[in-house]
């Protein structure tokens, strides 16, 4: 099985911008579809962008759409998502998720994922 860890959390102000990494290790990332999440205090974890094994597609949530990027690079088995623009509202644990699937399937849905890191705290302030 895989193990994630996700990196590049931290503290922003806001209309600036983080790049948070997930690196796989276990097994080749190249094997499974890529996804990161966000949760804030109380609430469920939600949806924030997604990537297929090969890469080929990608989506996003519309709360995000146009202001975040994700991207892999199977050779150092990192996923990436740079987000620009940061909101007060983006303030959140974020975190990847694994899951085996053929291109180019995206995962959208949390239960969809087999495997999550610990996360990372990204907080934006006003």
């Known amino acids: 099985q895989v193990q994630l860890v996700e990196s590049g959390g931290g503290l922003v102000q806001a209309g600036g911008f983080l790049r948070l990494s997930c690196a796989a290790s276990?097994?080749?990332?190249?094997?499974?579809?890529m996804g990161w999440f966000r949760q804030a205090p109380g609430k469920d974890r939600t949806f924030v962008s997604g990537?297929?094994?090969?890469?080929?597609?990608?989506t996003y949530a519309d709360a995000v759409e146009g202001r975040f990027t994700i991207s892999r690079d199977d050779a150092k088995n990192t996923v990436y998502l740079q987000m620009n623009s940061l909101e007060p509202e983006d303030t959140a644990v974020y975190y990847c998720?694994?899951?085996?699937?053929?291109?180019?399937?995206?995962?959208?849905?949390?239960?969809?994922?087999?495997?999550w890191g610990q996360g990372t705290q990204v907080t934006v302030s006003s």
């Open positions: 998720g694994a899951v085996i699937a053929r291109p180019p399937v995206v995962v959208v849905r949390v239960d969809g994922y087999d495997y």
């Open positions: 276990g097994r080749p990332l190249s094997d499974y579809a």
């Open positions: 990537i297929s094994r090969s890469g080929s597609r990608t």
